[in-house]
């Protein structure tokens, strides 16, 4: 179906991580030295959480976490399709950037509170499009429903020079508290015998959009490609990320505390690697791939090693809990509408991650976060 018989990965579509995360590394490092200011008010950080997806801090009775993140070019695909079929994907679009920062948020076991929008357009022409601007409302809204969070404001500055014309940049972030501090979840208590939990994913959520959309530019169709479901390439891409909250949140009822988790977002599976210890990660049984990331895989020539390593292909959020809670987790998740699997368990060894059924390994050295 493709114009081009040559695989198609993430670094060829201008995102190299090699490039990327050293730079994080670098920041993290200079970011640790001003943990200390916060012992002028008493305060102090949790260390722990440095190069987790979410900063925590001790601020006496309970923690205080907080994180930022950036929804990416997933509205690329959203303008190309206004354009395509007259309809605005903002709804969607507005859940996909809660999900970003949300999802990271209760990694660390907290409770989101509040959220705050970036909405910077590239004129304050964009903000004309009522309908456009509306669905993005209303979308964010919805989500902070659905997350139990209030919203609390934003900013809408107009970056003519900096935003391309006619783009929008938008960025979430979001406070929360890890309350009781029990609910911590930084890896101190990861280790041999914890069961690996997989959330489903509703498809590409918001990492990996530059491959689709050079993908998109290789099929004869383009984004209206049926991906053989009878759904277009480009609705399966705009499918919105889901909010994980609710699961982490009705596990906390339940007194259910997972040892860790990861957002599995840019890195793919690689993800799964991400606390610190020396522990293998063996994958025995895998989630249903997303129709538009099957395609995707096999449009962009990708073998699993690359797949898996670079998408969510159906996984995306990873829960470690020991091994006697594991199949309720799954009914849990299950119950609050987000299928889930008992996919692998945590092993003495080397830092790798073993994905059994596709013969993939991962080791330490493919994801270097800290």
Known sequence: MTQ?????????????????????????????????????????????????????????????????????????????????????????????????????????GATPLVVQAYWAAGGSDWFGDKVRAQALVAGWKKACDVCQVAWGGGETPALAGIVADGRVDLAASCTGIINPKTRLSVGDKLG???????????????NGLSLARKLAERLPQGYLTDIGNGQT?????????????????????EGIIPHYCANVTGHGWRKLLRHPKA?????????????????????????????????????????????????????????VGIPALV???????PKRVIIEPLNVVYGAEELQLR
């Open 4 to 108: 081009a018989n040559t695989p198609l990965t993430y670094d060829q579509a201008g995102v190299n991580y090699d490039l990327i995360d050293p730079l994080k590394v670098a920041a993290q490092r200079a970011a640790a030295e001003t943990g200390s200011n916060l012992a002028a008010y008493g305060f102090s950080e949790m260390s722990a959480s440095r190069g987790e997806s979410a900063y925590v801090a001790d601020v006496g009775p309970f923690y205080l976490a907080s994180i930022v993140e950036c929804l990416g070019t997933k509205t690329l695909v959203a303008d190309d399709m206004a354009k395509l079929t007259g309809k605005s994907y903002y709804d969607g679009i507005a859940q996909d950037t809660i999900a970003m920062a949300v999802n990271d948020l209760i990694t660390v």
């Open 192 to 206: 041999v015998g914890d069961a690996i939990v997989l959330l489903a994913s509703s498809g590409i959520h918001a």
């Open 343 to 349: 996919a692998g368990r945590v092993e003495s060894g």
């Open 279 to 335: 522990l293998t990660y063996r994958i025995t049984a895998l989630p249903e791939k997303t129709p538009v990331l099957a395609f995707m895989q096999r449009e962009c020539q990708l073998d699993d090693h690359e797949a898996y390593g670079t998408l969510n292909m159906g996984a995306g959020f990873a829960l470690y809990v020991a091994a006697e809670h594991a199949q309720r987790v799954v009914e849990v998740s299950q119950s």
């Open 233 to 253: 390439y480009g609705d399966a891409l705009l499918a919105p990320t889901v909010l994980y909250s609710p699961v982490t949140e009705a596990l906390a009822k």
